[in-house]
């Protein structure tokens, strides 16, 4: 019998994907990586938090309530904009880097206590990835932690997109998002490549086609 | 149901900037006041509240006692009582409040500092409580939705 978490993550057909509508609820799952940062955060205020995904009400409540500042920036959904629309070399579509930095990501006067990446790597545009990784150590304190979440192979290219709402100490509420496509599937070596500047990563086994890391600066 | 004022007996009470209206410069006054044209400069209400309409197309600071935007706001917001993101609000800026709403579809990117100089703890965790509800968020209609294919970073 299949296990019934990973129906979240694992990719379904076209006309499955089609019936989806975006911003239904997909349920809610355990997540060990954001148990063990709120435990690390635990007795702290007044920290800076960066929510790299959808604004999310929940989010915002969850971090404010507990006296910390919170930042939130959409990188997929800017990713998405059109001025960053490039040609390579080969006149293949790809999208410029220097341009998206140039205009995203810009935290001035401000350096934050952890990072809320979740599985945004995986959606993000090749070229975009690893200066995304880079800038975000730039602005994360030493000892910052920074959460993300990853595919595992079984996943498939169609797995869906899923926003996320903390819902308690170590749940979270998945919501259906826009239908972004899955870009790549990340190994235990390619996530320890990526974040190779970062002091260390711990890595978190889930029950469903996601892995979750937690990585300090 | 959408709550921003469009009644003419609103409009008698509120000062009301329809949406052909353009403003560039300091925006000041003594009294509530409806925005749905476009402000370029600064506003500053202080003691009263502004609503950005769904047409009103802000990029100033803005400083006032409530803050309920319904389009969009380039600009830092310092709301002395409370800031309300309604479903169909745009912010690119920072927060500056002591009770956040955020609807569900919402966009926002900046910061958010709750401050807690003016009401004690409790009062403001009450606040909180009710005036941040966790809603579904959906992504505003206008994301695209790229279709490129699956790749490896590296090898």
């Given at each position: 019998?299949?296990?019934?978490?990973?129906?979240?993550?694992?990719?379904?057909?076209?006309?499955?994907?089609?019936?989806?509508?975006?911003?239904?609820?997909?349920?809610?799952?355990?997540?060990?990586?954001?148990?063990?940062?709120?435990?690390?955060?635990?007795?702290?205020?007044?920290?800076?938090?960066?929510?790299?995904?959808?604004?999310?009400?929940?989010?915002?409540?969850?971090?404010?309530?507990?006296?910390?500042?919170?930042?939130?920036?959409?990188?997929?959904?800017?990713?998405?904009?059109?001025?960053?629309k490039a040609k390579d070399?080969n006149g293949n579509p790809t999208i410029d880097?220097?341009?998206?930095?140039?205009?995203?990501?810009?935290?001035?006067?401000?350096?934050?206590?952890?990072?809320?990446?979740?599985?945004?790597?995986?959606?993000?545009a090749?070229?975009?990835?690893?200066?995304?990784?880079?800038?975000?150590?730039?602005?994360?304190?030493?000892?910052?932690?920074?959460?993300?979440?990853?595919?595992?192979?079984?996943?498939?290219?169609?797995?869906?997109?899923?926003?996320?709402?903390?819902?308690?100490?170590?749940?979270?509420?998945?919501?259906?998002?826009?239908?972004?496509?899955?870009?790549?599937?990340?190994?235990?070596?390619?996530?320890?490549?990526?974040?190779?500047?970062?002091?260390?990563?711990?890595?978190?086994?889930?029950?469903?086609?996601?892995?979750?890391?937690?990585?300090?600066? | 149901?959408?709550?921003?004022?469009?009644?003419?007996?609103?409009?008698?009470?509120?000062?009301?900037?329809?949406?052909?209206?353009?403003?560039?410069?300091?925006?000041?006054?003594?009294?509530?006041?409806?925005?749905?044209?476009?402000?370029?400069?600064?506003?500053?209400?202080?003691?009263?509240?502004?609503?950005?309409?769904?047409?009103?197309?802000?990029?100033?600071?803005?400083?006032?006692?409530?803050?309920?935007?319904?389009?969009?706001?380039?600009?830092?917001?310092?709301?002395?009582?409370?800031?309300?993101?309604?479903?169909?609000?745009?912010?690119?800026?920072?927060?500056?409040?002591?009770?956040?709403?955020?609807?569900?579809?919402?966009?926002?990117?900046?910061?958010?500092?709750?401050?807690?100089?003016?009401?004690?703890?409790?009062?403001?965790?009450?606040?909180?409580?009710?005036?941040?509800?966790?809603?579904?968020?959906?992504?505003?209609?206008?994301?695209?939705?790229p279709a490129a294919?699956?790749?490896?970073?590296?090898?």
């Amino acid at each position: 019998m299949a296990n019934p978490f990973s129906r979240f993550f694992r990719g379904k057909s076209s006309a499955e994907n089609q019936q989806a509508v975006q911003g239904t609820d997909a349920g809610f799952r355990r997540s060990s990586g954001l148990g063990e940062l709120t435990r690390l955060l635990k007795g702290s205020e007044g920290l800076a938090i960066l929510d790299l995904g959808p604004t999310s009400p929940a989010n915002i409540t969850h971090f404010t309530e507990l006296g910390h500042r919170v930042y939130n920036e959409d990188v997929l959904l800017a990713a998405q904009n059109a001025d960053y629309k490039a040609k390579d070399a080969n006149g293949n579509p790809t999208i410029d880097a220097d341009h998206f930095f140039r205009e995203n990501l810009l935290f001035r006067n401000v350096k934050f206590d952890a990072v809320l990446c979740w599985d945004i790597p995986d959606y993000l545009a090749e070229p975009l990835v690893k200066p995304m990784v880079e800038r975000i150590a730039s602005v994360l304190n030493p000892k910052g932690y920074l959460l993300a979440f990853f595919h595992t192979k079984d996943a498939g290219p169609d797995a869906p997109y899923y926003r996320y709402h903390i819902n308690g100490l170590d749940n979270l509420r998945l919501q259906r998002g826009p239908q972004f496509r899955l870009q790549r599937v990340f190994n235990n070596r390619h996530i320890e490549n990526l974040f190779h500047d970062y002091a260390s990563l711990k890595f978190f086994l889930a029950r469903d086609n996601v892995r979750e890391v937690l990585v300090v600066r | 149901m959408d709550t921003y004022r469009t009644s003419e007996q609103t409009r008698t009470d509120v000062a009301h900037i329809g949406k052909s209206v353009v403003v560039k410069g300091e925006l000041s006054g003594s009294e509530d006041l409806f925005v749905d044209g476009e402000v370029e400069g600064s506003i500053e209400l202080h003691d009263h509240s502004l609503t950005v309409g769904p047409n009103g197309r802000i990029r100033a600071n803005i400083t006032a006692k409530e803050v309920v935007i319904h389009g969009r706001v380039d600009g830092n917001i310092s709301g002395k009582d409370r800031v309300e993101l309604r479903k169909s609000a745009v912010l690119a800026g920072d927060i500056v409040t002591q009770r956040i709403l955020i609807e569900d579809g919402a966009y926002f990117k900046g910061g958010i500092d709750i401050s807690k100089d003016q009401t004690p703890r409790r009062e403001q965790q009450a606040g909180h409580a009710t005036s941040t509800p966790v809603t579904p968020v959906t992504t505003p209609s206008s994301s695209p939705v790229p279709a490129a294919p699956a790749s490896s970073t590296r090898g």
